[in-house]
Structures are given as C-alpha cells and as structure tokens.
C-alpha cells in the first residue's frame, strides 16, 4: 500500500495502533515517497521499534530486522560464502572434475579447464544472504528495520552507507547485487554515539521524545480497554512525574501500559502512595531507583 | 521556493549546522509532496533534512523562527509580492531609512554593511559575524607577555555599538521623514526597528547551547563503603588515604579482568579456506580440521585530561593515581595534565613508581601549577599539539571542576573533540549543587559532553569505575 498523504498516514498508523505526532507522520509520508531510510533518535522505549512494526503492519510489507550489536560484521549483516557446503560440493564432484582435467595433456592446461568452472564454485548457490541482502533480493518490497545501529562499530557504518544510497550490494567474486525491490528502511538509535555525517546525509531524521500527556493518555486507552478516565489521567501524570527524577531508568510507555494493567486487575480506582509503593516494580527496574521513588512517594503522585 | 530554501540553508551553515548540498537539493525533491502552507509539515520537513541530531534541533528552531516569523513577516514576505501589490508605506518607510542611513554614515556603512543586510531581512551575512565572533581563536602575540582572552569579549563589544548607532540613526531619520497625517506609520517603524535591533543584540550575546538529550548525568550512588565512602577525598587522612587508594587499585585490577574476559570469549570469525586446506593436506586433502579466523577485538582508548590547579589539589592527587592505575592496566592510556597549558604526563607515569610519579607531575611536567586555571586556554593547546590523539575509539575522560576564573571557556573545541571521538566523561570534584555558581563553567560544557558525574568521594569513584564501559 502507498501513502496518499500526511493524514493517509496518520490514519493508516492509527488504524495499526500506533499514534503519531504530525512530525512522525510527515517524516514518514516523505520517506516513503522519496524512498529514502528514516534514522530514529530518541530515548528508550518511546516506540522506535514499534515505529517501524507499525509501518510494515499498514503497508503490508513483511519486515526484517535486524538488531545491531558490538562485533557485527558483514558476515551476519550481509552475505556469508557457505564454505562447509562448497568444500562438500568439491568432495562430492570429485570424479566429475576428474574428467573435465582427463583430456588435458599439460598441468597448465588443466588448471587452464578448472578455472573456466569456477563460477560454478562461487554462485549464488553458495552465498547465504544475511537480513540486509534478504531486504534487496526479496520479490516483494520488506520494511527494513536496523535496530540500535549506534551500538555497532564504526566499521559496520561504512558498508552500511552503499546499500542505504543505491540499494545495491558489491561482493568481490560476483559483482554488485542490484536490489529488486527498494525496501522502506528505519535506522533507530538511542544516542550512545554519535552517527557519521556520511550515514546522517543519506537518511532523513526523526527525533521521538516521550509523549506528551494527551498523546500518552490516548495510548493507553487504545492498548487497555475500558480504563476510567480518572485513573487514567492521574496515572499518566504520576509516570511523567517518575520521569523527571533522576532515575537510572526511566519508566518508558511499556511500562506504564504494564501498571495501567496491574492496576486494573488490583481493581485500584485512584493511585495513593501506597498503591505506588507496592506496584513500583512495574514502573522502575533498579533497586536504588525505587528507593529513591520511595523517599518521595508523597510528591510524586499527581 | 528555491531561492528562499538556499538562502535559508546558507542561513544554517552560517549559525554552524552542517548542511550539504544534497540535503537541499532532498529538500526540495520532497517539497513537492506536501502542502507547504502547513506549517508544521513543511517545519518538519525542513528539520527532518537540515538536523540530523537532536542536538541541534534548537539552534535549527532558533535561525528557523529568525528567518521565517521575525524577517519574513515584517519585511521580506511583503517585498516578494511586490510586482502584484505595491510596497506597504511602512515597507517603503523602512528601505527609505536603510537607503538613507547608508548615504549618511558614507565610508563607515562598510563596517556595518553586515547589519544594514540584516535589518533589509537577509540574516546571513550577520550570522556569519557572530558565528566567527563565538568561535574565534585567541591569537596568542608573542610580543606581549600577558596573555589576553578578551578578544571575543571586544569583538562583540564592537558589533554592540555599531548596533547602538544603528538605532539612534534610525530613529532620528524616522523622525526626519515622517509624513504628516500618518502617525501610525513612524510609529511601526519605530517598532519595527526597535524590535529587530534587540533581536540582534540577543543573537550576539547569547551563547548557544546544544540540547544535550542524552546526556546522562549521575549523581546516585550505591552506599558501597560506609563512612569513608563518603567522605570527600579532601578531608581524608593519610592512612585513610591509603586505604581508598588499595581500594581503588583493587577495582581497576577488576576492570582489566573484565576485559582480558571479553577477550577470552570473543567469537571466533569466519572459515578461513587457506589454512583450512592446508591443514587438510596432513589427512588426504579431507579437511578434518577447520580453522577459523578470529577477529582482533575493539581495543579502547582512554585519553584523560586532568586538571591539577589548586582548586582541585586533594582531589587531583587522588585522581592522578587512579590514572596512574589505569595506564598500569591498560595499553592505550594517554594521560594529560593541564591548568592553563596541557603537559602530557604518559611518560612520567611509566618511568616512575606511583608516588613519585605524581610528585613530578607537579614539579618536572613543566606546568605551572600557581596560574590561573583556564579550561578555554588548555583546549586550545590540546587542539593544537595533541588532537590527533582522538579517534573514534578513544574515551574522553575530563578530570576537574570546571572553574575556568571568567575566561573564555571555548566550548567549541570540546564540540570539536566530541565529533571526533567515541565519549566525553566528565568527573566533576566538587557536588553537584555548586556546579552552576561562580565561575564553574560546568553548565556550558555539560551541553558537550556524554556523560558526567560528580566524584569526589569513593562510593562515586567506585559506581564510576564499575560503570565504566571501554
């Protein structure tokens, strides 16, 4: 499916539950027009991922991803030569390759007749497409999601860059993959360092902070059906207080989905302090955190 | 359309965002997509292209208001419909004073060409001026001996009064050409005037600050050591002293075994085909032994920077022998010390036993210590003799409390040192409710670095240490 506008696809996301700002909507209506990858900054757990889940849900796209870590290498990003298999294939061919150099009268002849079966040897058949080759080589277009490509080495960037512009992909032994499809693609970063200005050229960029309390508030209520409205306004104004403390961690929209429903099932109607003491570890996961949440459980709530 | 996106972008460039060619050229190609009398999409547009970081998302929001709400209605939107609609009287008004102060001051209006442009609605040139003003490198004359740091401080001081004559010019011409029977008009012009020269003061003094979202700023700790772990290191005893140091000594030990373990258990790469087979010859040419390649791991890089002055005495020994332990450990440890100029203290620390070690830090390094600290004057140095240093693997560990004694702190060079390399740690001696007072430059280089915290105690230093990912 391709979008028609900005507020096709603030209804298209919606209708996928997920909520956009006009910002979002707009970014992402641009990149899918002018085909060009979105690079998602923004803290923890404000839905980068869902993002792009979302956008692969209302256009229909199956999507790859691909989760970014230290010590990523081309080898599970990209392509891999399938070594076990081509060494199996020449044991097993062995008589044939016997009688390709049979009729050979010199070495250097026979050498001469292998080489010409080579390709056989490096083909398609013995390269294992890893989660970016799978996106351009697939026959009907993928979203592309590269998660927390800021938690991968510099190195990875850099071949990065070829497929993110051409969308095409050069191994040495065949040449340049072209892709079929141009894939949608969504770079997400959570700031632990800084990307390279030739990645930034290439993508456009979309910052998503926390949402704001009405956004919040409408979240919840499409996730958890049948929250009273009283509740739900004082729970979101408690986690946006939880928010500006000094917290190792900040509770993220999960979370405040995952109290929204412990307090539903504990039947809670309001939140007093110490309904908030004993649900805390629904909304903060470090154990100074929640002392910390403690010392000031009073002003906390809303 | 396009004139105004170029002009708007060299607008960008000259408040210091980085915009490439193709960004415009982006920007234009997804102009046609959207209706570009929403103002919020065709903002986002802009923002999408032109900032690629959250950091830079104020300044952008900044030079779009300037160019978009106060230049273009008051002057320049007007002006673009002129064949249709004939200039407003106030329009007119405006370029007549302009025009007019120009013949008046004669040979001075060069100097304040900048300004005149600015005020007609074309920002850059001015932006530009201010741009260089914040970013000007101190000269260092070799004829005089005192070293000055005021060079920004006098350039802005010049632009101010420029601005000043600007304005009474104005305001006495607007006089002169006022035309009876219309008050109103002398009036907005006044306004007008008024507003716009304010506005360009407020751009010239203000400092502007990156948002720094991910900044992570810690100030809890884990209650690790009772008593002494809260004391601050510069009430301790010798004897408590030693203590913390073995404690210290203890972790930075456990900190190279965290490492030696990343490396033990590194995966192993691919097959490697060469030696496979030729291993494979020993059985037949049957490969029965596969050997994989191994891939070397990321070594990180510390490059520390440590302030030594007399503000920081208790805490700086302390924090010199924690360096000291860490180049003990680890191979790609570069140590600095600094008050107003920059000694590299690597070699010191290798040649000699800890303690000596430190004492020569403060006697042979060739530093000072009885000047007055300047953070903005050992940057400068830094940047000159020892940048190329960072890399993209080095961590940046900035040792000391950010009293800079009212000189000009030079914030962008730490901007520099950040795009070059992996992280910017800040260890701040003192706690964090003094960091905004007096003379703590702390707020302004904050904005600029990936992480502080204020340690001065060993729970802090310890959290620290633990924490501290290479």
Redesign the interface.
Known sequence: MEFRS?AHVTEALSAARYIPS??IA??V??AA??R?PI?V???AGVGKTELAKSISLCMDRPLIRMQCY??L?E?KALY??E??KQ?LYT?MVRDKIHSVVEEADTLAEAVEKISEQEDAFFSERFLQPRPLLKAIQSEKPVVLLIDEVDKS??EFEAFLLELLSDFQVSIPEIGTIRAKTIPFVILTS?????MS?AL??R?????I?YPAIETEKEIVRMKISGIEEILLDKLVRTVANLRGL?L?KRPCISETLDWARSLMVLQADTITPEVLASTLNMLVKFK?DAE?VKERLQTVIA | MLDMITKFSACCRAAGL?V?P??VI?CM??LR??DAT?E??FR??L???F????RD?PRFLEIYHLFFHELRTSFHDVQEEDSENPETPKQKRVKEILEKIREDLGDEAEALQNLLDYLGGDPEAFLNEVQEIHNLVEQRSLAIKVKSNMGQLSNRLSVMLKINQIRQKALQLAGELDAPGDPFTKREIDAYFSKMLDRSFDLLTRDKRPDN??LR?V??T?PRFEEIGERPFATLTPTEMERTKEVTDRLVRKLKDMATRRYAS??K???D?RK?LRRAGRFQG??LELHFRD?P??KGKIVALCDVSGSVWSAARFMLAILYSLQECFNGVKSFAFVSDVADITPLFKANPVNEAIEKVFSESGIDTRMLTDYGASFVRFRERHMHELS?KTTLLIIGDARSNYQNPHQEILEEM??RC??IIWLNPEPLTTWSTGDSEMFTYKAHC?EVRPCRNLNQLVTFIEELVL
């Not at chain 1, 959570?190 to 800084?194: K, P």
């Not at chain 1, 993508?203 to 910052?207: G, M, P, Y």
């Not at chain 2, 900032?51 to 959250?54: E, L, T």
């Open positions: 900005v006009t910002e707009t970014v209506f641009l027009a002018t060009k690079l900054e923004g803290p230290e010590g290498d080898a891999e030569w070594y076990a060494l044991q080495d510099p959570n700031n632990y360092r800084d200005d930034k050229r993508c456009i960029h979309l910052f902070d000094d190792k100074s910390l | 980085k490439s193709l960004e982006d190609s997804q997509f959207i929403d919020e999409a986002s547009l923002m999408a292209n900032v690629k970081s959250r998302q979202v991910a700023q100030n809890r884990d590194r995966n790469g691919m097959l085909v496979t049957v490969p891939k791991l990321r993209t950040r795009d992996r992280r990936h």
